[in-house]
């Protein structure tokens, strides 16, 4: 069982940046993957990056490339999203997940990852 929380919403102006946090319970971090996904309002819950469980593979929608980067750090139990250049179609409900697989391509699917967090509202106002 991996409990997972994220911090790091809030409200930014177009342009600013915000860095979001997960913290997982538990020993085993280092065997799952992680990823972020986002739920827009009134909109399904989509694929924002992911990163491979030793850190050494990352993985980015379209949309955030160049703009967002995730990073681990294995000894803290945490993944990050620095997101910059933020823009107001950035506006959503941010989850981090964990998934104990190692397929690059599974690192993009939702029904892929085991554990969710609660969420964090990132909102950009333009």
């Known amino acids: 069982q991996v409990q997972l929380v994220e911090s790091g919403g809030g409200l930014v102006q177009a342009g600013g940046s915000l860095r979001l946090s997960c913290t997982a319970s538990?020993?085993?971090?280092?065997?799952?993957?992680m990823g972020w996904f986002r739920q827009p309002p009134g909109k399904e819950r989509m694929f924002v990056a992911a990163?491979?469980?030793?850190?050494?593979?990352?993985y980015y929608a379209d949309s955030v490339k160049g703009r967002f980067t995730i990073s681990r750090d294995n000894a803290k139990n945490t993944v990050y999203l620095q997101m910059n250049s933020l823009k107001p179609e950035d506006t959503a409900v941010y989850y981090c997940?964990?998934?104990?697989?190692?397929?690059?391509?599974?690192?993009?699917?939702?029904?892929?990852?085991?554990?969710w967090g609660q969420g964090t509202q990132v909102t950009v106002s333009s």
């Open positions: 997940a964990a998934g104990p697989f190692v397929a690059d391509s599974f690192h993009l699917r939702i029904d892929k990852y085991d554990y």
């Open positions: 538990g020993r085993t971090f280092s065997s799952y993957a």
């Open positions: 990163i491979s469980r030793s850190g050494g593979r990352t």
